[in-house]
């Protein structure tokens, strides 16, 4: 069984920073695909970023491409978020998940086997 967990959410002004964590345990994470999702209110949940397994190929939203960097960490088996020129519209909750490598689409939630909890993101004018 794999659970994630997010931190590094909160209250930031724009075009400030923050950067969030997704601690990976019961199997090392660079067993899986790892994304970012993020769900505003209201909205459905919307693909962030993606790296693959190998951390050789990454993927972004456009949205979030220049400002956003996913990037991971064998040794501490964490996969993070670096969002930096946050904007009023970035605020969400963000998710971390895990798929399957070569299993689905790196953008589409359902591709996903494992989530994490949340970590809210608010971003204020």
């Known amino acids: 069984q794999v659970q994630l967990v997010e931190s590094g959410g909160g209250l930031v002004q724009a075009g400030g920073s923050l950067r969030l964590s997704c601690a990976v345990s019961?199997?090392?994470?660079?067993?899986?695909?790892m994304g970012w999702f993020r769900q505003a209110p209201g909205k459905g949940r919307e693909f962030v970023a993606a790296v693959t397994r190998s951390g050789g190929t990454t993927y972004y939203a456009d949205s979030v491409k220049g400002r956003f960097t996913i990037s991971g960490d064998n040794a501490k088996n964490t996969v993070y978020l670096q969002m930096n020129s946050l904007k009023p519209e970035d605020t969400a909750v963000y998710y971390c998940?895990?798929?399957?490598?070569?299993?689905?689409?790196?953008?589409?939630?359902?591709?996903?086997?494992?989530w994490g909890q949340g970590t809210q993101v608010t971003v204020s004018s």
């Open positions: 998940a895990s798929k399957q490598p070569r299993s689905g689409s790196y953008n589409v939630a359902l591709s996903y086997n494992y």
């Open positions: 019961g199997r090392t994470f660079s067993s899986y695909d």
